[in-house]
């Protein structure tokens, strides 16, 4: 390629609008409470380093996790944690940091 182009990481508030189309375009079930805590989650997962690609990622992966388990996908603390888990592990490995308490399984 090229050119490069900077685009520089979104905004909290920001990223919560990326998710929330991410979820209207994968029909996913969500409340703005649920964005809320999704968008925080995964700021704390990647150390504060969002990205736009990260909530498509993320929101992926909850709609494969449901069909996998049967269910609607919805945007829940336990859906994106465990998505967090499976997306984020490796930009968490890279930093030395492992994932926040409030992501791991029970």
Do not use: W
Request: glycine share 6%; aromatic share 4%; with cysteine.
């Amino acid at each position: 390629m090229p050119y490069k182009v900077y685009v520089p990481p979104p905004t909290l508030s920001q990223f919560k609008e990326i998710l929330r189309r991410a979820c209207e375009e994968c029909q996913v079930e969500y409340s703005g409470e649920a964005l809320d805590q999704a968008a925080q989650s995964i700021r704390d997962a990647s150390n504060g380093q969002l990205r736009g690609s990260l909530a498509r990622d993320v929101v992926s992966i909850v709609v494969d996790n449901a069909k996998h388990d049967g269910h609607a996908p919805a945007l829940t603390p336990q859906a994106v944690g465990l998505a967090c888990e499976q997306s984020l592990s490796a930009i968490c490995h890279r930093s030395g940091s492992s994932l926040p308490n409030s992501l791991e399984q029970e």
